[in-house]
């Protein structure tokens, strides 16, 4: 299962590029960019933008790779109540 994070590592790795590389290009911290690729840091939609660009991706192609591979959810009422609460 390929989250977002991790194809955009391999996409940079595709790529030859280092992380200082793609810090460079896109004006993200390295440590932020380390933490998007190991799952540690949520993505805004911005910030995958900017990566897309740097590296030539379509955002297209690193979502349809980690929806693919993510089982579908279950959603419970309390999981759904719990989802609105954070919204909110």
Known sequence: MLTVGQKLYMERI???MSQ?????????????????ENGKQ??????????CLALGVKPSSVLDAA????PKARF???RLEKIAASVV
């Open 76 to 78: 419970t009422r309390a």
């Open 42 to 51: 949520d993505i805004t939609v911005s910030t995958l933008l900017q990566i």
């Open 20 to 36: 200082t590389e793609l810090s460079r290009r896109t004006g993200i911290a390295q440590a932020n960019l380390s933490n998007i």
């Open 14 to 16: 595709r790529r030859g």
């Open 67 to 70: 929806v693919r591979s993510r």
